[in-house]
């Protein structure tokens, strides 16, 4: 058989959630190449289908773009952090440690850095979306313990919050973005950043003798 019509055979055999996802998956790698400029011309060309196919399961780029956004930002995001972050019975720094270590887990990644990176400078709305979806679902309840745990005044604020947090993920940023570098285990860098902020609000002693106690 002809190789050109033995693999358009091979095409038409897969289910449409098949083909959908396999558009997905392709737009992901091709998109943290070139950024979400890239022409879905060139995106049927590597999955070896046309143009107008891709546009049978998406109804514009737009909406292959945010079929893109949900699977590498939004589908990595756990449910279960905000629990995580104000269990009250383990200690600050212990919820601090492990959520970091999750979320490094989960964004450290070419496609996610580099995607998120692309956006960013081409000023894309998914990017505003998202940072305001993570501050809902983490910063906010990360921040609010935090202030209970600060007994003085000088409690942190949101910037505090944010700096913290950048400075990890910058962490990834090196790696994938400007591949430098960098560790391959970033848990003892998450660690050492925890225990700076915290130290910075006098958090750090109280929280390591809660750790001896325990």
């Not at 998914?126 to 000088?154: C, F, I, K, M, T």
Request: aromatic share 10%; glycine share 6%.
């Amino acid at each position: 058989m002809n190789p050109k019509v033995a693999a358009t055979a091979k095409r038409q055999r897969l289910a449409p959630t098949e083909r959908r996802s396999q558009i997905i998956e392709e737009a992901v790698a091709y998109f943290s190449e070139v950024g979400v400029s890239g022409n879905t011309r060139l995106l049927a060309r590597r999955l070896g289908v046309t143009q107008s196919l891709i546009f049978n399961y998406f109804g514009s780029k737009t909406e292959l773009v945010e079929a893109v956004y949900n699977k590498v930002y939004l589908d990595r995001l756990s449910p279960e952090w905000p629990a995580l972050i104000t269990d009250r019975t383990k200690p600050l720094r212990t919820r601090m440690i492990v959520f970091y270590r999750e979320y490094a887990d989960a964004i450290f990644t070419y496609e996610w850095m580099r995607i998120f990176m692309y956006s960013g400078l081409a000023g894309n709305e998914l990017n505003r979306r998202y940072l305001a979806h993570l501050s809902s679902l983490v910063l906010v309840p990360l921040l609010g313990e935090l202030q209970h745990e600060v007994r003085g005044s000088d409690k942190p604020e949101m910037e505090d919050a944010w700096n913290l947090h950048g400075g990890i993920v910058y962490i990834g940023i090196r790696r994938f973005v400007y591949e430098v570098p960098c560790p391959e285990d970033p848990t003892d860098a998450i660690e050492r950043a925890v225990d700076r902020f915290l130290a910075s609000f006098g958090l750090l002693q109280k929280d390591q003798g809660q750790l001896r106690e325990g």
